[in-house]
């Protein structure tokens, strides 16, 4: 009697390789790094004077999202400057495979969505750039998390606030989140207290009294 293979099931999860490729990656340029910076729309010339700003205060990873020609000459320009200066630099809003080209092209090391969307996951780990989707569900971060992804952006972090992330903590608790959205000097610290491993920042970084404060949370 001849006998019939069950059917395997598919999925749409991320390769586990190149996941802990991903995880490995960010658990690196994150260790000892509470903050990011997110400079979004600000030009070529004064995304640069920023990303200085945040270089010398002690934020490494700086993200320029992309949503425009000006954006990607932006992004060219502060991956150049970080080279020069030891730095990642990674493109933010990310939502499909023509981003993911203009990000690799103009030398990001990595990739940050505002959503979950595996096949814009697999397209940047396939370049070369680890990427950090955003969740905002114990769905999306079990769909993450299946996918092998460990390091992932909660998007919108002020609205989800700080009990959020305790509770993702139970269910799962290698998930390691980048809070992001609402976030500046001042609520920071209590994030990061919450359970955040990183607190990304953009505003913050054009004012004298939030720098201070933001020199207090690296040192914490």
Do not use: H
């Not at 030009?43 to 004077?49: P, W």
């Not at 730095?87 to 092209?105: C, H, I």
């Amino acid at each position: 009697m001849s006998s019939t293979a069950a059917p395997q099931p598919t999925t749409s999860a991320a390769p586990a390789s190149t996941a802990s490729t991903s995880t490995a990656w960010f658990d690196a340029a994150f260790d000892g790094q509470p903050l990011m910076a997110i400079l979004r729309g600000m030009g070529v010339e004064r995304s640069l004077e920023l990303a200085r700003t945040a270089w010398d205060l002690g934020i490494d990873a700086v993200e320029i999202p992309l949503q425009s020609a000006t954006d990607l000459e932006a992004l060219t320009a502060v991956v150049r400057e970080g080279r020069e200066r030891g730095k990642e630099v990674g493109a933010g809003t990310v939502l499909d495979a023509a981003t993911v080209e203009a990000a690799a092209q103009a030398g990001a090391a990595f990739t940050v969505s505002p959503g979950l969307d595996l096949d814009v996951v697999r397209a940047s780990e396939a370049a070369g750039m680890p990427s950090l989707p955003g969740v905002a569900t114990a769905t999306e971060v079990q769909r993450a998390y299946v996918a092998g992804l460990r390091w992932l952006k909660a998007f919108p972090a002020s609205l989800l606030g700080e009990s959020w992330f305790g509770a993702m903590r139970g269910p799962f608790p290698e998930a390691r989140f980048v809070a992001t959205g609402g976030m500046n000097a001042r609520n920071a610290t209590s994030y990061l207290d919450a359970g955040v491993r990183v607190v990304a920042v953009g505003s913050a970084l054009e004012d004298r009294a939030e720098l201070d404060r933001l020199a207090e949370v690296i040192a914490r």
